[in-house]
């Protein structure tokens, strides 16, 4: 399935839920900031352009995948490629830091403080994880921490936001729509052209792609992104 997985995403214009409504919500959340420089570590390209021109830094964009380095860079981005959970650095660090992370195989604690060990002082810091909104039903945990990981409740990274030494500013849960409009809408778009596939890992791959939509639409409620606006003192 992992195979047939990748091609599909692949072809997609993100590889994780989301949407440029909630992009620009959130840098609105983050108050009349003049960054410098910024530091994007994601899967879309509509945030960082966003970024570049709503607050004029000097953005980099980094991603895991080269096909979306070459995307970033057809449209006038400074991309570079970089390890799924690399935070590259800077001299004095970084103004802003918006990290689209999925869930943290190191822990939460050691993410923030890495984004705080990169951050310049006084700099603001984005950062999305996976969370459990309400607490998880038995057979939404045991899917969702097969699928993606283990996620966190919402508000024990609060806790360890301020245990890392963060000013926390606001948070944001991402919308449904980000989900089903902007990421299952498309890949199932994608899944159709090979629905009646005689290929076993395509057959496979379908089956399980279902089975996330299913699980998502009667559980939706429990699970989310959460993006996290930190500033550092």
Not at 130 to 137: D, G, K, M, N, R
Not at 186 to 206: C, N, T, Y
Request: net charge negative; aromatic share 10%.
């Amino acid at each position: 399935m992992g195979g047939f997985m990748s091609a599909v995403i692949g072809n997609m214009e993100r590889s994780t839920a989301g949407s440029e409504e909630t992009s620009q919500r959130v840098l609105k959340m983050c108050g009349d900031i003049k960054p410098k420089n910024a530091l994007f570590l994601g899967d879309d390209c509509y945030t960082p352009r966003l970024i570049s021109e709503k607050t004029g830094a000097d953005v980099l964009a980094a991603f895991a995948e080269q096909t979306r380095v070459d995307a970033a860079a057809k449209i006038g981005l400074n991309a570079q490629k970089a390890g799924a959970y690399e935070l590259l650095p800077a001299e004095n660090g970084w103004d802003l830091m918006w990290y689209n992370g999925l869930t943290e195989p190191d822990g939460v604690p050691r993410r923030l403080e890495q984004i705080r060990e990169r951050l310049a002082k006084g700099g603001t810091a984005v950062y999305r994880t996976l969370c459990w909104i309400i607490a998880p039903s038995p057979d939404t945990k045991c899917y969702v921490e097969h699928r993606f990981g283990r996620p966190v409740p919402l508000d024990e990274v609060l806790r360890e936001a301020k245990e890392q030494g963060f000013a926390i500013q606001d948070f944001y849960i991402a919308p449904k729509s980000d989900w089903k409009q902007n990421f299952y809408g498309p890949m199932s778009e994608l899944v159709r052209r090979f629905e009646g596939a005689e290929d076993d890992e395509a057959a496979a791959g379908i089956g399980e792609i279902n089975k996330e939509i299913y699980m998502f639409d009667l559980h939706s409620e429990e699970y989310s992104f959460v993006y996290y606006i930190l500033r550092s003192k």
